[in-house]
């Protein structure tokens, strides 16, 4: 494990209307979710050195949003289906795959309230997380309830809404 832990935390983007999909599951990003999470990765892309890994909840959504930061990265990033990261996940359960990751940048992408709760609990900083929202956080010595340092909030509504 990297002495310096980079995390990407994040909320999939803006996601079709609950009532228009068959299930929860499968709900799909809106265009504007796809294109607001596009560039806001690119736009972080050129203040802050790109992931090794992006880590997703099984959700389609979710998985879409992975997807498209992971494009967004190109190269040579691992772009990983995580259950640690389906909703209802506790911040212990990802500080622990976080310390067994082997990487020192990554990218995680799950739900509301699970993506709120634990940008708390890493950091101690509450914060209103809409859809497609990242939060960039920094760990010294590895991952750690409370002992992560918030360094930036991005907002997809910079992008268009």
């Not at 002495?3 to 609950?18: F, I, Q």
Request: charged letters at 20%; glycine letters at 12%; a negative charge.
């Amino acid at each position: 494990m990297a002495d310096v832990l980079k995390l990407w935390l994040g909320r999939h983007g803006e996601a079709m209307d609950p009532d228009t999909a068959h299930s929860d599951f499968e709900r799909t990003l809106t265009s504007t979710g796809r294109r607001q999470v596009s560039e806001l990765a690119r736009w972080l892309l050129e203040r802050e050195s790109a992931p090794e890994l992006v880590l997703h909840s099984p959700l389609v959504r979710a998985r879409q949003t992975a997807e498209t930061i992971a494009e967004a990265i190109g190269g040579s990033v691992v772009l990983m289906e995580d259950p640690v990261l389906s909703p209802g996940f506790s911040t212990a359960s990802l500080v622990n795959r976080l310390q067994n990751a082997g990487v020192s940048k990554v990218v995680c992408i799950g739900h509301q309230p699970d993506i709120g709760r634990c940008l708390s609990d890493l950091t101690g900083t509450r914060a209103y997380v809409v859809p497609g929202t990242l939060a960039g956080i920094e760990f010294q010595g590895g991952p750690s309830i409370g002992g992560g340092a918030l360094r930036w909030l991005a907002d997809p509504f910079w992008f268009g809404g």
